[in-house]
């Protein structure tokens, strides 16, 4: 039986009435900061929540209104700031494709209290002071990088800042030291495998025995095969820029939805048409607010991924609710001729397949009037051999599994191991070549 440990028992465990009144006073207090800011004052004194004191039940959250990217956008750079600029000590950002960047600041306090979050969250999964944890995801504004650094320093483990990329340095380290833990995304850890294997690295002479996956969708069937091939015990963790980064949702050691910490941030599921909450326990969009930030505060930010709350208590005991893994954004939804396509749904028919490889990618581009959808998948040596007749049986497979699932008969390429691009940080697992204004 799993020995569950816990960073703050009392509040990991807390009740939910006394977590929703610790929460009120949270609220409040996040409400108060946001009137300090350009953007809020005007924002909310518009929906006449022009003090903190007109939120008198959670419920009132509602009165505030929803706070968008574009938003953030528009407020950029100061236009969410808080406090003065001589209390900040940290910005981090998100750039994105397009557009300004969003950024955000934290006072030492914030960055205090974020740590806080990251730490529970790693402990969560069963890690302690003696692991050595090799935290191979982006430094620099990504919050993945310094987010963890911190969070795992503050559990006491030995923190090495590898970063990602250069695989054959990667190994040299975990051989060093004595890698116990990890930290990427889990395409990248894919690759690491993958690399393994080409450059002969022997398992047994690697300590590892858990990673942290994170920053980008995937699915359960991933998650299997990471832990399968690695030998190693994955953990789901989300986050995002705007709610600090990671730290945000992580799961227990019952891996079965990450727990949401809710002394920190307040969860909604809305209809991202009707903005309305959706029923108890149905998927919509994941909307978020920071109750642990006093520089930057941001309420009621549109997330745009797809999830949904357990509703069922987790064994483990603690009382934060639990969300589902994030199906996909509400921006990322391909319409292929008309149909409606996650690109989630094809990464969970084909990564449970063996003969597919650990990369992929999903093309779509113009056939005339019509659109048409590529699936370019790597296989292993073992399929991609010279015997045309069993390349052919493997792509008619996937195609036929994959039609069944999608409704969409799409193209298969099958593709030699390590002939796909591979991406450091998070992975680019769609290319859509069609023009922008059909
Ligand atoms: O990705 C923060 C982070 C760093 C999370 C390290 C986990 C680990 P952003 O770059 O702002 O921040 O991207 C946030 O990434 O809205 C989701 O769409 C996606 N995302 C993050 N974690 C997950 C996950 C960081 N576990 C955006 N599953 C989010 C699915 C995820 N999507």
Redesign the pocket.
């Known amino acids: 039986m799993t020995a569950y440990q816990y960073w703050n028992p009392g509040m990991e465990t807390m009740i939910r009435s006394e977590l929703e009144a610790f929460q009120l006073e949270k609220l409040k207090w996040a409400v108060k900061n946001a009137l300090r800011t350009p953007f809020y004052a005007k924002r909310l004194k518009e929906a006449g929540v022009d003090s903190p004191d007109v939120i008198k039940t959670l419920d009132d959250l509602r009165r505030i209104p929803f706070t968008t990217k574009h938003d953030l956008r528009d407020g950029f750079p100061y236009g969410f700031l808080s406090v003065p600029k001589d209390e900040i000590v940290r910005l981090h950002a998100?750039s994105g494709t397009t557009g300004a960047p969003t950024t955000i600041y934290f006072n030492k306090e914030d960055i205090a209290r974020w740590t806080t979050f990251v730490a529970r969250s790693i402990y969560a999964t069963g890690c302690n002071k003696t692991d050595v944890f090799q935290n191979m995801?982006t430094y620099g504004l990504?919050?993945?990088g310094l987010?963890?650094h911190a969070g795992g320093e503050e559990v006491g483990m030995l923190v090495i800042p590898s970063g990602p990329g250069n695989t054959a340095r990667q190994f040299r380290f975990m051989r060093d030291f004595g890698t116990t833990v990890l930290h990427a995304t889990p395409s990248f850890l894919l690759h690491v495998e993958s690399k393994m294997r080409e450059e002969g690295v022997k398992r047994e002479s690697l300590k590892l025995r858990k990673a942290?996956?994170?920053?980008?969708?995937?699915s359960e069937d991933t998650r299997k095969r990471i832990e399968e091939l690695l030998k190693i015990d994955v953990y789901?963790?989300?986050?995002?820029?705007?709610m600090n980064?990671?730290g945000v949702a992580f799961e227990c050691q019952c891996k079965n939805g990450?727990h949401l910490w809710e002394d920190g941030y307040i969860g909604e599921i809305i209809n991202p048409d009707t903005l309305e909450p959706v029923k108890e326990g149905e998927t919509g969009e994941l909307t978020l607010t920071c109750l642990c930030r006093e520089a930057t505060p941001i309420l009621r930010y549109r997330?745009?991924?797809l999830s949904s709350f357990y509703n069922e208590p987790c064994a483990c005991g603690r009382t934060h609710r639990r969300l589902r893994?994030?199906t996909g954004?509400t921006d990322d939804m391909l319409i292929i001729n008309g149909v409606n396509l996650f690109p989630s749904q094809i990464e969970e028919v084909i990564m449970s397949m063996k003969e597919v490889g650990n990369n992929y990618l999903i093309v779509v581009e113009k056939d005339g009037a019509l659109d048409r959808l590529t699936v370019r998948i790597e296989v292993s040596s073992a399929v991609f051999t010279d015997d045309a007749r069993l390349l052919n049986v493997v792509k008619e497979k996937i195609r036929k599994t994959l039609q069944a699932s999608i409704t969409i008969n799409p193209k298969v390429e099958l593709h030699e191991h390590g002939s796909l691009p591979v991406s450091e940080g998070?992975a680019k697992r769609v290319q859509d070549n069609r023009p922008k204004d059909v």
Do not use: M, Q
Request: aromatic share 16%.
């Open positions: 998100s995801i990504f919050t993945g987010g963890f942290f996956a994170g920053a980008e969708p995937y789901n963790s989300y986050g995002l820029s705007e980064g990671p990450v997330t745009r991924d893994r994030i954004r998070k």
